[in-house]
């Protein structure tokens, strides 16, 4: 479980703002990236589209380029 340290500042308009320390926003940052990433995975995986591992995508797209040539 990441632990934050967040600190409240209010500015001129009253609005409160929140403080973290920046290795704590990062580690929040690659967390929400992360998250993306696996609901991205869960959507592909629902999807009934047709699907093939990247190495044979690589395959595949470098065999298109040989025969434009």
Known sequence: M???H???ITDTAGKKLVILPMKEFKTIME???D???IKLYDK???S???SFPIDEAFKKIETKRKKKK
């Open 48 to 50: 009934k589209e047709l």
């Open 35 to 37: 998250l993306d990433d």
């Open 44 to 46: 592909a995986k629902a």
């Open 6 to 8: 967040p600190q409240y």
């Open 31 to 33: 967390e929400l990236e």
């Open 2 to 4: 990441l632990t934050v």
